[in-house]
């Protein structure tokens, strides 16, 4: 992004920032070089060694392998855009997410962001072994809300949630797709200025999708920048205007998303 | 459905994509912060202060749901600690000369095995604060101290049924009301800010090396029989010197809060000055020890 030439300027102008408009959308989230590392304790492969494995075996010792989830993404996202994030299962996309979501630490380089990034995902678990209704108070105190912005909200959260008298029951009682609606009602019931979505709309039934899209699209147009994944490459193309490919960890396209989707097409038949 | 979206700036980022210093640049410019960066400790305490709410409300909620499985519920949290009482107050009883006990022994006994029992719940439910709400973790961006904090407020939240049995214990075995009952106040802030300190080291702890959820029960174990709970300190010998076990219990914090106690409730086990100056020592080292030592580990929780 490169500052205009500016026309000569007196001392108090020269104090005041360039005008908004010359320097284009703000950007809200830059990660560069990010480089993400899991260490996962498996048994994993048999040693080759026949007398360690059984030594192995005694101790029960856990070897630790390094998994590289992503290996040097680059890009910078902008105010007003929803970012459509495409690729394999285990291509990293989750954790690309998570990472910007500040929930997974970055190994290497770093993501500059707006505000806390909030990430909605099917896996993401609130407490369950307590009631629906305590969980929409818990996830509204978590995300930082007073007890009477929770009150003010309770209402909205359960009806958007739609499931009924199931939020008296404790949520390990849930099908997996009522528990995902009901996380994503309260985590879109504030105003996040960076949503990250995580194939919250692949569940729920149709009516469910249709206005958790309608809502992702409200919270775009209050000045922010949504991110979503999904393996449903039509409520990508219906949804973002921009697509990232991510292939084993790695960036393999940013662009307008019809080319990015037409391109991870042909490369996948 | 389609959506439009007001075209950005960006072309094809792919062609002529940014270095490394252009969008540290970029970020700098815009004051973008960087994430996942420890939050120095005076905006830690700010971002604690602001999910105050988050975690009273999470240590009500567990400890309510704690207990909801059982026909008894509640009353097991009061239970469970008295039928402990019991089965040591039967066994050291008949075990022990009664020379080497206490002179109000029930009152005594009910009064250790209690508030060694906060000592403990705090230590263990502590330990997996961090590992056993990863599910919190990774779905919520919150200061993480949060969870340590709650379990010691839930744990505060089971004393206090506790306190009221205890002190029945204390009138049933002839001790008076007396105004001194209001030294458990300042004796059990202590604790807890001794116990919130153990309880953030062992959430650290436990993210380094997972086995030692294993060790914890030995290790409380060992400090139980070292707390003096059934037995009175030896004091000192008849040469005038103190007996290695005298030491241990002079110094064992949780010794110190369960004599601190006892003062408050048992008329001739007052606590003397000395005590309660370790009694402060100990809450407020171990709290902020182990707030820092937890805090400076803040970006490495959710990696597991």
Not at chain 2, 263 to 278: D, K, M, Q
Request: aromatic share 8%.
């Amino acid at each position: 992004m490169s500052e205009p030439a500016s026309p000569p300027v007196t001392d108090t102008a020269a104090l005041l920032p360039p005008p908004v408009a010359a320097r284009g959308p703000r950007p809200t989230v830059i990660v560069d070089d990010l480089h993400v590392n899991y260490t996962v304790y498996a048994t994993g492969r048999p040693a080759k060694n026949e007398s360690t494995k059984l030594l192995r075996r005694a101790v029960n010792m856990r070897r630790a392998r390094k998994i590289h989830a992503l290996k040097g993404i680059s890009f910078t996202a902008h105010q007003g855009e929803a970012i459509g994030v495409i690729g394999r299962n285990g291509s990293g996309k989750s954790t690309l997410l998570r990472a910007i979501a500040g929930l997974t630490p970055a190994d290497q380089g770093a993501i500059y962001a707006d505000s806390d990034p909030t990430l909605l995902g099917v896996n993401a678990a609130l407490i369950n072994e307590l009631s629906g209704e305590r969980n929409v108070v818990l996830g509204g105190l978590a995300m930082g809300l007073t007890p009477d912005q929770v009150r003010e909200k309770y209402d909205d959260i359960v009806d958007f949630a739609g499931i009924g008298e199931f939020i008296e029951l404790p949520m390990r009682t849930y099908s997996a797709g009522m528990g995902a609606r009901l996380r994503f009602a309260i985590a879109a019931s504030a105003t996040h200025r960076i949503l990250l979505v995580d194939e919250a709309l692949a569940v729920g039934d149709a009516d469910f999708q249709r206005r958790s899209e309608r809502r992702i699209s409200e919270l775009r147009d209050a000045a922010g920048t949504v991110f979503l994944v999904s393996h449903s490459l039509k409520v990508i193309q219906d949804t973002c205007q921009r697509t990232l490919w991510i292939d084993a960890g790695i960036l393999r396209l940013d662009g307008p998303s019809a080319e990015v989707i037409a391109a991870y097409n042909a490369s996948v038949r | 459905m389609s959506v439009v979206v007001p075209a950005p700036s960006h072309g094809h980022p792919r062609d002529d994509r940014p270095s490394h210093d252009d969008l540290a640049a970029l970020a700098a410019e815009h004051g973008l912060p960087k994430l996942g960066s420890r939050p120095a400790l005076t905006d830690y305490v700010r971002q604690l202060w602001g999910r105050r709410f988050f975690c009273f409300g999470l240590a009500r909620a567990r400890f309510r749901s704690q207990n909801e499985q059982d026909r008894l519920g509640i009353a097991w949290i009061v239970l469970r600690p008295l039928i402990n009482a019991a089965v040591y107050g039967f066994i050291f009883g008949l075990l022990l000369p009664k020379s080497s006990r206490q002179d109000n022994f029930v009152a005594s006994l009910v009064v250790g095995v209690f508030i060694f029992q906060f000592f403990a719940a705090c230590l263990t439910d502590g330990a997996k604060s961090i590992t056993g709400n990863s599910g919190l973790i990774k779905s919520l961006h919150f200061p993480r101290a949060v969870l340590p904090f709650a379990t010691v407020i839930e744990q505060v939240l089971a004393l206090v049924p506790m306190l009221v049995v205890m002190l029945v214990v204390a009138l049933a075995t002839g001790e008076p009301v007396r105004l001194k009952w209001l030294e458990l106040v300042p004796a059990l802030a202590l604790m807890t800010l001794f116990c919130t300190g153990i309880a953030m080291i062992a959430a650290r702890l436990t993210i380094h090396i997972r086995d030692i959820t294993q060790l914890i029960p030995f290790l409380t174990r060992l400090v139980f029989y070292l707390s003096g709970i059934f037995y009175k300190s030896p004091g000192a010998d008849a040469k005038g010197g103190q007996s290695v076990l005298a030491t241990v219990l002079e110094f064992n914090p949780v010794h110190v809060y369960i004599s601190l106690v006892r003062g408050a409730v048992i008329v001739g086990e007052a606590a003397p000055a000395h005590t309660w100056r370790l009694g402060i020592g100990f809450g407020v080292v171990f709290f902020l020890v182990g707030f820092v030592y937890f805090w400076r580990a803040e970006e490495r929780y959710g990696r597991e």
